[in-house]
């Protein structure tokens, strides 16, 4: 496969500071992962993000699968993204027109412009959903990772959808730093490619998620970015399971990129 820039090289280059931002943490921490903590409890949430917190470079959340959200769970998890040194990305998965997303971003039980580092929309309806999603985030430094492909079997996120999601991304650049994918989409290094549906062995889930390894994702298919999930919650030691990711993405990302 291609060999692509150490994240450091792309740091300078990258011109979102949220992109440069996020490259040197993954320099510093030695780390191309991102835990996704699907679990529905506060108290949970903020117990695997303490102990996992060391290991990543991200931490997505879906906060509305939280049954006892409130403020307070927000600014423990600043706190514990400050400690930790990670940046918070809400999976909320935008998919409405401008209008409706920019109110969906900025109001509602979960403000996420607030909080969330970054996001992320599903390309369907059109560039407006990304618009809608700069008015308000672009001021605040946020940004935006555009769906050009999913895990999961089935899915319609394929050919020219993928493509025209990559040139969609290309025209707003200033606020799409990246994508989810599940492969390396553009040589464009300023673009972070996030790839889910990753196991330390492949397989998959009952209702559709497909899974594949660190080092096919980050190395035969060249993505920036691991998310993992239930392989590192559901572990009996999440820590431990989390520096086994971080070492083989890690380990991957050094194979392919130039010395
Ligand atoms: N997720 C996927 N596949 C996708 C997209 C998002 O799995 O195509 I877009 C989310 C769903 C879940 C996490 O929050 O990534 C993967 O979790 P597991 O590692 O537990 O399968």
């Known amino acids: 496969s291609k060999k692509s820039l150490r994240y450091h090289e792309r740091a300078e280059i990258v011109a979102h500071p949220l992109s440069k931002q996020l490259l040197k943490i993954m320099d510093?921490?030695?780390?191309?992962?991102?835990?996704?903590?699907?679990?529905?409890?506060?108290?949970?949430?903020?117990?695997?993000?303490?102990?996992?917190?060391?290991?990543?470079?991200?931490?997505?959340?879906?906060?509305d699968i939280i049954e006892d959200f409130n403020d307070d769970f927000i600014?423990?998890?600043?706190?514990l993204a400050d400690k930790h040194n990670f940046?918070?990305?809400e999976d909320r998965k935008f998919a409405?027109?401008?209008?409706?997303?920019?109110?969906?971003?900025?109001?509602?039980?979960y403000k996420i412009n607030q909080w969330a580092h970054i996001t992320n929309a599903h390309s369907v309806p059109g560039d407006g959903v990304v618009q809608g999603l700069k008015d308000v985030g672009l001021p605040k430094n946020r940004g935006c990772l555009l769906i050009a492909e999913m895990s999961s079997t089935g899915n319609l996120a394929t050919g020219e959808y993928t493509k025209a999601t990559v040139k969609m991304a290309e025209e707003q650049a200033d606020f799409v730093i990246g994508f989810i994918c599940t492969s390396r989409l553009t040589d464009d290094p300023r673009f972070l490619h996030m790839t889910p549906g990753v196991q330390l062995s492949a397989g998959g889930d009952s209702l559709g998620q497909q899974y594949l390894t660190p080092n096919i994702v980050i190395g035969d298919r060249g993505s920036d970015?691991?998310?993992v999930g239930r392989g590192i919650y559901k572990a009996d030691d999440p820590s431990n399971a989390a520096k086994l990711f971080k070492e083989a993405g890690y380990e991957a990302y050094l194979k392919q990129s130039v010395d």
């Open 87 to 89: 940046l918070i990305f």
């Open 75 to 79: 600014t423990a998890l600043q706190k």
């Open 28 to 63: 510093s921490k030695q780390t191309n992962l991102a835990f996704s903590v699907d679990v529905t409890k506060c108290q949970q949430v903020l117990e695997l993000v303490d102990k996992v917190g060391p290991h990543v470079c991200i931490v997505k959340t879906h906060v």
């Open 225 to 227: 970015i691991i998310i």
């Open 96 to 109: 409405d027109i401008g209008n409706t997303v920019k109110h969906q971003y900025s109001s509602g039980v």
